[in-house]
């Protein structure tokens, strides 16, 4: 949205269609409640919602309240954001068992997300997850956190609660690649060492020992015995899931060393596979597509068959796949803008002028129980008020059905 106001001026209208009943997106809902500076970016995105060019609707859902092609009929061009949210499968036998769940699920729970729900994993005594990136740390850190450390964080009291009765005492993380080229970042390996009342083991496969760079430093200075009877995180390098075993339900995870193939068995009641997200059930039918994201020219969605599609755009993970944080966000957004910008120029001044409120008034003409900036604030108000009571920001509404009403009041 800041590209599109700062490249158009004062004449632009903007209208933001959000499935949501708050804004943020990756923002609020991706990064850890305990990474508050980095959550704060949050905030100076909302701003934007104020701007008087920008009119929002919450709680509409694209694909259900508005067909996907029906966009283009009420605007100069409709650019698409809706991320990559679809976790990308495990792909080994025992996949399907009960006790296997995606990273996608715990983010969305911890975080606040409308759709979270409590995991399965909370029942485990010892969870093995699957990928080591920023995420997969996240959820380690998460699950083994002394939950009154994060009493002043805009996690949910109600996470809060379920993580102080959790039965996880141990967290084994495991990635194919050795500590130096391992897909964390060293900040995150530090976030961990900061929790002393953590013990954290560091194993790897015959020949995946850090060789002294940056991050290979970080992840042995990392590693220390912690508290007797403390909980306890494994971080073990070069090695990659081969099966899931159990009957019903998840008792081990076989994997195999990537250095000399050498199979391990790991006794847990829980998987967690933290292997990354796309966009293939958001993308709508007739787009190209490639790797799960959206088949593009520069920001300009293709078709199938690698023709443009008119006035059609796409940005952020949808666009490039689930990758890069809000810095790429922002040079991918004004790659799309200024493709947008050179079309609208080659196509010369529109004869077809589009209202900025149409498409607002055929939702309301269809019974959506949307609501704009102003419900958005009452939302917004509320949570910052259940935020104060413990030193937090926010706190997010309990429940969606309180964020519905409090918006359609304030609508």
Known sequence: MRALLERFGPDVCVTVLEKSTTPGGLARFGIAPDHQSTRRIARTLEAILLDHRVAVAFNVDVGTDVRAGELNEYA?????ATGAT?????????????????????????????????????????????GNGNVGLDIARILLADPTTLASTEMPTTVQ??????????VVVLGRKEPDRAAHSASEVLALAAAEDIGIAVETCAGAAPS????????????????????????????????????DSVTSLVVRGTCEGELVEIECESVVAAIGTD????????????????????????????NAIPATYVTGWMKRGASGGVGTNKRCAQQTVSTLARDLAAAGPSRDSKSPSAILEELERRGVSYFGSEGWRAVDRAERAEGRASGAFRRPAAREALAIGLGAEGR
Do not use: C, M
Request: glycine content about 16%; charged content about 20%; proline content about 7%.
């Open 86 to 130: 679809h976790p990308r499968p495990l792909g080994v036998p025992g996949a399907g068992l009960d006790g296997v769940e995606y990273a996608i699920e715990l983010v969305r729970w911890y975080t606040g997300h409308p759709n979270g729900t409590r995991p399965h994993v909370l029942d485990a005594t010892r969870v093995a997850v699957i």
């Open 161 to 170: 609660a379920a993580l102080s009765s959790s039965s996880v005492d141990e």
């Open 76 to 80: 100069d061009a409709v650019i698409w």
């Open 279 to 306: 966009g293939g059930g958001q993308i709508p039918a007739g787009w190209g597509s490639v790797d799960g994201h959206v088949l593009h020219s520069e920001g300009r969605v293709l078709d199938d068959a690698g």
């Open 212 to 247: 002294g760079r940056f991050l290979g430093r970080a992840v042995e200075a990392a590693a220390r015995p912690g508290p007797a009877n403390g909980k306890r995180l494994v971080l073990r390098y070069g090695f990659e899931p081969v099966e899931v075993r159990g009957h």
